[in-house]
């Protein structure tokens, strides 16, 4: 649920966890069986809203160490069901600003002394913003291999990665591209939706092409798109698939 109208309605939550229980006053609805109107995403809140608070009295959070991809099943599965319900927002063009507050005000019963859950309930009754997951935000590569052969950017030209929830885009020394993208337990797979990359002629300032530049960003490209699964190893994001290994350091904007 987001002030913007646009992302978060129920996301991944603060990974803490204090033993504490949780009174009884969860609200009682029914979901309908198709939800095709704005006014029947608010039941479809409420009872995500309970299935979170029942579901984090159950699980040890604690267990993750702050790593949202060692997150419970449980607790992912209610995360995609609040990416589904945010969908459905975007898709009949609800005021989700409307929706968070009717949700808030019908939850607001559910109290709670676990640390967690308050700060969940406190979100949803603030409006929740997704946060970052760790991949996620801006990457520069550094180096990388493609059928045994060393791949390295040209100097003065850096290729760069950004990484969203449903998309990785990027300058590849010369060209931007972008990709959309579905990132989940260390699986980086290629959804469905337009690619796009710009294939500009690089030059330098007498007009000159740069081939270099070129060969480099066409192979990184070539790479890039055999990528099957990600993974952190400290501050380094390394993205590999057949016979392909990428490496980025967080750019230092991030």
């Given at each position: 649920m987001n002030r913007s109208g646009?992302?978060?309605?129920?996301?991944?939550?603060?990974?803490?966890?204090?033993?504490?229980?949780?009174?009884?006053?969860?609200?009682?609805?029914?979901?309908?069986?198709?939800?095709?109107?704005?006014e029947w995403l608010v039941p479809v809140?409420?009872?995500?809203?309970?299935?979170?608070?029942y579901t984090l009295e159950e699980v040890d959070l604690g267990a993750t160490q702050g790593d949202p991809e060692?997150?419970?099943?449980?607790i992912i599965a209610l995360n995609l069901r609040g990416e589904e319900l945010d969908k459905r927002v975007a898709e009949l063009d609800c005021d989700a600003v409307i929706i968070n507050d009717a949700i808030a005000v019908a939850t607001a019963g559910i109290e709670s002394d676990d640390p967690v859950i308050r700060v969940f309930l406190e979100s949803v009754r603030g409006g929740i913003v997704a946060p970052?997951?760790?991949?996620q935000g801006d990457w520069v590569f550094q180096s990388g291999t493609i059928a045994g052969g060393e791949l390295t950017p040209v100097p003065d030209h850096p290729i760069t990665l950004t990484i969203e929830r449903d998309s990785a885009s990027g300058y590849g020394g010369c060209s931007g591209y972008y990709y959309p993208v579905q990132l989940a337990d260390g699986l980086w797979s290629w959804a469905?939706?337009?690619?796009?990359?710009t294939e500009l002629i690089c030059t330098d300032d007498d007009g000159e092409e740069l081939?270099?530049?070129?060969?480099?960003?066409l192979t990184y490209i070539r790479a890039f798109e055999l990528i099957a699964t990600y993974a952190l190893q400290g501050e380094t994001l390394v993205l590999t698939g057949d016979g392909v290994e990428l490496r980025y350091a967080r750019s230092a904007g991030d």
């Amino acid at each position: 649920m987001n002030r913007s109208g646009r992302t978060g309605l129920i996301a991944v939550l603060p990974l803490l966890l204090l033993s504490a229980s949780c009174t009884d006053p969860v609200v009682n609805i029914e979901e309908p069986e198709e939800v095709d109107s704005c006014e029947w995403l608010v039941p479809v809140g409420i009872e995500l809203v309970n299935d979170y608070v029942y579901t984090l009295e159950e699980v040890d959070l604690g267990a993750t160490q702050g790593d949202p991809e060692l997150l419970p099943e449980a607790i992912i599965a209610l995360n995609l069901r609040g990416e589904e319900l945010d969908k459905r927002v975007a898709e009949l063009d609800c005021d989700a600003v409307i929706i968070n507050d009717a949700i808030a005000v019908a939850t607001a019963g559910i109290e709670s002394d676990d640390p967690v859950i308050r700060v969940f309930l406190e979100s949803v009754r603030g409006g929740i913003v997704a946060p970052l997951l760790p991949t996620q935000g801006d990457w520069v590569f550094q180096s990388g291999t493609i059928a045994g052969g060393e791949l390295t950017p040209v100097p003065d030209h850096p290729i760069t990665l950004t990484i969203e929830r449903d998309s990785a885009s990027g300058y590849g020394g010369c060209s931007g591209y972008y990709y959309p993208v579905q990132l989940a337990d260390g699986l980086w797979s290629w959804a469905e939706g337009a690619q796009t990359i710009t294939e500009l002629i690089c030059t330098d300032d007498d007009g000159e092409e740069l081939a270099d530049v070129m060969d480099a960003e066409l192979t990184y490209i070539r790479a890039f798109e055999l990528i099957a699964t990600y993974a952190l190893q400290g501050e380094t994001l390394v993205l590999t698939g057949d016979g392909v290994e990428l490496r980025y350091a967080r750019s230092a904007g991030d």
